[in-house]
């Protein structure tokens, strides 16, 4: 795969049932000098028969597809032809949500919702969000694998420094590739987790309550879309809501608020990580998982600048190694870990505290 240093347009498959929706969307590629349209099809067997011929660099999956749905070609692409996917959905909610957030978990990069504004034309933010996210998405390398189903880390150093913290909070975040790796940490966590858990998702407003939903099914813990004044409880997940910040008040609060963008993003991590170190201090627990930017990085520091302990997802696993790589050269992590050795980790930390002699972010 490319990296963002190649400047050639992205060449894109679209696989779109709806006859009106398909025009419009080979519309947006066409009209986008980034972009390159290979074919547009209506159904997943024409694209999973066009996908090893013509090699596209992206592909935007409509999930509602006649005979074979979007998930399922997701998941015989990744399998064979691993190709990133960025799943356009004109439906939120329900069985399309559910359906979608599986596709994620398939290995499809991000889900978008067809904006209204496209109905007229083809122009406008909703056009350009689209070929954005298409364009962006492209640079992502994908490979075959299935994180949920990865080997156990092997670290080559052994658990003996003890680690004097005891959290009273988990905080968690990621952009591209966090579904699946929320599914796989939260997943790990027993159902008396001891801790409440927060956590941001950079995800389109529409598809957040879907996706705590969704999430809720996947694991022991209890997960529910966090409104505003509702209070921390152990062992209870709460997601940031679309567009909106989410800290946290002195008396153990959600506070949401619709402040500016930070690092391009609403709700964003280092709002929610700024936000544990200064209510809670070196009994913060920071966690950064996947994601292309660097929202998270700053917030985390000051998690670490308090005292706290802060863990960010390694290269290893990581769909994007954007945002925790970012933060391991700013000097905010305390450890790199591969996904499904975090939440073990924090289980230590929680048991009474072991952590890796040798780890070199270890400061």
């Given at each position: 795969m490319s990296t963002i240093t190649d400047q050639r347009p992205r060449r894109v498959l679209v696989v779109e049932d709806s006859a009106v929706l398909r025009h419009l969307l080979t519309r947006v590629?066409?009209?986008?000098?980034?972009?390159?349209?290979?074919?547009?099809?209506?159904?997943?067997?024409?694209?999973?028969?066009?996908?090893?011929?013509?090699?596209?660099?992206?592909?935007?999956?409509?999930?509602?597809?006649?005979?074979?749905?979007?998930?399922?070609?997701?998941r015989q692409i990744m399998a064979h032809f691993p190709t990133p996917i960025v799943i356009v959905s004109d439906t939120v909610g329900g069985e399309a949500t559910r359906i979608s957030m599986n596709a994620l978990r398939s290995g499809a990069l991000a889900v978008i919702e067809k904006p209204q504004g496209l109905c007229g034309a083809a122009g406008g933010t909703g056009a350009h969000a689209i070929a954005t996210q298409l364009y962006i998405m492209s640079q992502v390398p994908v490979i075959r694998r299935r994180l949920l189903q990865a080997e156990p880390f092997r670290h080559k150093g052994m658990?003996?420094?003890?680690?004097d913290i005891r959290p009273r909070i988990l905080a968690l975040a990621a952009s591209t590739g966090g579904p699946t790796a929320f599914a796989r940490v939260l997943g790990d966590l027993p159902a008396d987790f001891g801790l409440p858990v927060v956590l941001v998702q950079h995800m389109g407003h529409a598809f957040m309550?879907?996706?705590?939903?969704?999430?809720?099914?996947?694991?022991?813990?209890?997960?529910?879309?966090?409104?505003?004044?509702?209070?921390?409880?152990?062992?209870?997940?709460?997601?940031?809501?679309?567009?909106?910040?989410?800290?946290?008040g002195t008396r153990g609060e959600i506070v949401l608020h619709d402040g500016a963008r930070v690092q391009g993003q609403?709700?964003?991590?280092?709002?929610?990580?700024?936000?544990?170190?200064?209510?809670?201090?070196?009994?913060?627990?920071?966690?950064?998982?996947?994601?292309?930017?660097?929202?998270?990085?700053?917030?985390?520091?000051?998690?670490r600048a308090r005292g706290g302990y802060t863990v960010v997802e390694d290269r290893s696993t990581a769909v994007i190694h954007g945002m925790p790589g970012a933060a391991e050269r700013a000097g905010a992590a305390c450890i790199s870990l591969?996904?499904?050795?975090?939440?073990?980790?924090?289980?230590?930390?929680?048991?009474?505290?072991?952590?890796?002699?040798?780890?070199?972010?270890?400061?």
């Open positions: 590629v066409a009209g986008d000098p980034r972009l390159e349209l290979l074919e547009a099809v209506e159904t997943a067997e024409e694209a999973l028969r066009l996908v090893p011929l013509l090699r596209p660099d992206v592909i935007s999956m409509d999930i509602c597809l006649p005979g074979m749905d979007g998930l399922e070609a997701t658990w003996t420094r003890p680690l309550e879907g996706f705590a939903q969704w999430l809720d099914q996947q694991v022991a813990l209890p997960v529910t879309l966090a409104r505003h004044g509702m209070p921390l409880e152990r062992g209870r997940v709460l997601v940031a809501p679309g567009d909106q910040h989410m800290t946290l609403r709700p964003s991590a280092d709002v929610l990580f700024s936000s544990v170190a200064q209510v809670f201090g070196s009994d913060g627990l920071g966690v950064l998982l996947t994601g292309m930017g660097e929202d998270g990085v700053e917030g985390l520091g000051r998690i591969p996904v499904h050795e975090i939440s073990p980790h924090i289980m230590r930390i929680m048991a009474g505290g072991q952590t890796l002699a040798d780890s070199p972010l270890k400061g």
